[in-house]
C-alpha cells in the first residue's frame, strides 16, 4: 500500500476552488487508496488557512466550517515523536528553513516511508538537493509519486 503525506497546500486546493482543484482532487483520490499520514498538527494549520479565507472574504464561515469537516471526515493518519521533533530539528537546519511546520512534513513522510506532495514552490526551491520522496503537485513526476 502506498503511503502520502500531503502538503496543507495541496489541501486547500483540494478543498477549496483553485486553478489546481482537479491535480489535487486527483492526487488526494489516489491517496485515499493507500494511507495517508500527516503531522499531528496538520488539522489545525488546515483550519488556520480557513479562518484567514474567511477574513479575507473569500469563504463564509458556513463554508469554510463545511471544508473543515470535510478534512475531519478523511482516513489520516496523525504522526508525532520524538524522533519526529529531532529529524525536523535537523532538516531544518539542513535546509535553512525559518520555521519548523515544512520540516514537520518532511520528517513524518521519511519515517512513514511515504511520498511528499506539496505546491509550495517557494520551499521546494529551498530543498536543495531534494529528496527523492518530494514531488510537487503538477509537476512532471505527479505520475510516479
Known amino acids: 500500500m ?3 503525506c ?3 497546500s495541496v489541501f486547500i486546493k483540494y478543498l477549496c476552488p483553485d486553478e489546481q482543484e482537479g491535480a489535487a482532487t486527483e492526487l488526494v483520490g489516489r491517496a485515499l487508496s493507500g494511507r ?3 503531522p499531528c498538527f496538520a488539522w489545525a494549520e488546515i483550519a488556520s488557512v480557513l ?3 474567511i477574513r479575507s472574504g473569500l469563504l463564509t464561515e458556513g463554508e469554510a466550517g463545511q471544508l473543515y469537516s470535510a478534512f475531519g471526515e478523511l482516513p489520516i493518519d496523525y504522526v508525532d515523536g520524538e ?3 529531532e529529524r525536523a530539528w535537523e532538516m531544518a537546519r539542513m535546509y535553512g528553513l525559518l520555521t519548523l511546520y515544512d520540516a514537520v512534513f518532511l520528517a513524518v513522510a521519511e519515517r512513514e516511508r511515504a511520498n511528499y506532495w506539496t ?3 517557494v520551499f521546494l526551491k529551498a530543498l536543495v538537493p531534494k529528496p527523492s520522496y518530494v514531488f510537487v ?3 512532471e513526476n505527479e505520475r510516479d509519486g
Request: positive net charge; proline residues 0%.
Open 83 to 85: 524522533d519526529i521533533r
Open 6 to 8: 500531503i502538503d496543507t
Open 119 to 121: 505546491a509550495d514552490t
Open 2 to 4: 502506498s503511503s502520502y
Open 137 to 139: 503537485l503538477g509537476g
Open 36 to 38: 495517508i499520514v500527516l
Open 51 to 53: 479562518r484567514k479565507k
